[in-house]
Each structure stands twice: as structure tokens, then as C-alpha cells.
């Protein structure tokens, strides 16, 4: 069973398109992220839901809109796509314990063009 | 605010020799620290972890990482590397306190010539 799990892990769109990540966790955790990995691998936080809530959103542009339906569930919808957004997105999800390490899904790989 | 320094982009090493990766970290309290490795195409998983006890911690696949309180650092060692550790490290702090925002390293990339 795979704890985090990402859908799609390629996709591959032009610019100006809207295009949806979704990311699904099976751990029970409350907490869940999006990261984005540039070209040169650094790790940038986007947004973390507790609960169902948004608790961070770290200055993202506003075409970035993350849903949560439930706690298990945290996708990620992007608007008008631009050749900046081409990364690797990871989803990520974490126990209530701060010492609980991050447990991540596979990631998804945009390619926008 | 918290922050991690992962001096080195690029590590190469001789397979069955020694490593050492550096981490430092900038945080005001006693960080929970934790080190990740990223396969190619893959998510990050944990290798180890330290939030307190024994400053030497062990991991999987052989590693383990010493946290050191008066250099700020949390570095990671194996002690012979193999081919199959070839791979991205990333080092990372959570806070104790306040936001709960995990933070990365920049990552460091391990070369392993055969």
C-alpha cells in the first residue's frame, strides 16, 4: 500500500492551460504539504493544510489554488500555466509529533511548453 | 527564523570509501533534525532522525549523523559507501515551536565512481 500517493507523475502541458495534482495520504495524518523542486533539486515549501485548513501559504502566485476535502486528500489546481511553473511538485503528509519525519509521495513532473 | 546550510552541491567519493556529508542548521531552540535521501524519480525518504538523547544517531542503510549543539551541525557519515547510494541528501530541520514549517537544505548530490 503506498502511503502518499500522487496522480499524475508526468504531465506535460502549454502555457495558459489549467491542470489539477491530486495527492491522496492512507497514514491518518492531520497535516499535509505541497513542495515544489526546482531544476537545481531545492525543496520550496507552497502550502500545508491541517485539518482540512489552510495554515501556510508561503507567497505562491494566486493561480496556485490548493483544495482539501478531507484530511487525506490535498490537490493542487494551477491556472494559466507558465514556463516558470515547470518543476517537480511533492506531496507530503506528517504526524502530530514534531519529531515525526515528513513522509512524501513520488512527486508529480510538470513540464509546461 | 530556522534555516539549513548544505555546504556542498556535489560529493564524489570511490565506492568503499568513507563519507560525510555537512549540515548546519539556524534555529533558536533544540531543532528536531532529520536527514532524507532522494533516488532518482523518486519522493524523499528518512534516513534518520534526531530530536534528542544520544547525539550519535543511526539510520538505515548504514548511515548515521552526529548532532553537535556548539557547531550547529547534524552531520551525516556512512562509513563505506556503495554504488547504490548514489543519490540527492537533503538535510532538514522542524521547528519545536511556532509554525510548523520543515525546512530544507539545498541538498547535496552523491557521485559514487566504481
Known amino acids: 500500500d503506498t502511503a502518499v500517493s500522487q496522480t499524475p507523475k508526468y504531465l506535460v502541458t502549454q502555457m495558459g492551460n489549467d491542470k489539477s495534482i491530486k495527492c491522496e495520504q492512507n497514514?491518518?495524518?492531520?497535516?499535509m504539504y505541497w513542495y515544489k523542486q526546482d531544476s537545481k533539486k531545492f525543496l520550496k515549501i507552497m502550502f500545508s493544510?491541517?485539518?482540512?485548513?489552510?495554515?501556510i501559504n508561503e507567497t505562491v502566485p494566486n493561480r496556485f489554488s490548493p483544495k482539501s476535502p478531507d484530511k487525506a486528500h490535498l490537490n493542487l489546481h494551477i491556472n494559466s500555466l507558465e514556463l516558470g511553473d515547470s518543476a517537480v511538485y511533492f506531496c507530503?503528509?506528517?504526524?502530530?509529533?514534531?519529531?515525526?519525519?515528513?513522509?512524501f509521495g513520488n512527486g508529480t513532473r510538470l513540464t509546461v511548453t | 527564523a530556522q534555516s539549513v546550510t548544505q555546504p556542498d552541491i556535489h560529493i564524489t567519493v570511490s565506492e568503499g570509501a568513507s563519507l560525510e556529508l555537512r549540515c548546519n542548521y539556524s534555529?533558536?531552540?533544540?531543532?528536531?533534525l532529520f536527514w532524507y535521501v532522494q533516488s532518482p524519480g523518486q519522493g524523499l525518504q528518512l534516513l534518520l532522525k534526531?530530536?534528542?538523547?544520544?547525539?550519535l544517531v543511526q539510520g538505515i542503510k548504514g548511515f548515521e549523523a552526529e548532532f553537535k549543539r556548539s557547531q550547529s551541525s547534524f552531520n551525516l557519515r556512512k562509513p563505506s559507501v556503495h554504488w547504490s547510494d548514489a543519490a540527492e541528501y537533503f538535510c532538514?530541520?522542524?521547528?519545536?515551536?511556532?509554525?510548523?514549517?520543515?525546512?530544507f537544505g539545498r541538498g547535496t548530490s552523491l557521485i559514487v565512481h566504481p
Open positions: 507530503a503528509s506528517i504526524g502530530r509529533d514534531r519529531n515525526s519525519p515528513l513522509h
Open positions: 497514514l491518518g495524518h492531520d497535516t
Open positions: 493544510y491541517n485539518n482540512k485548513e489552510l495554515i
Open positions: 534555529y533558536g531552540a533544540t531543532p528536531y
Open positions: 534526531y530530536f534528542s538523547g544520544d547525539t
Open positions: 532538514a530541520v522542524h521547528s519545536s515551536g511556532g509554525s510548523y514549517i520543515p525546512t
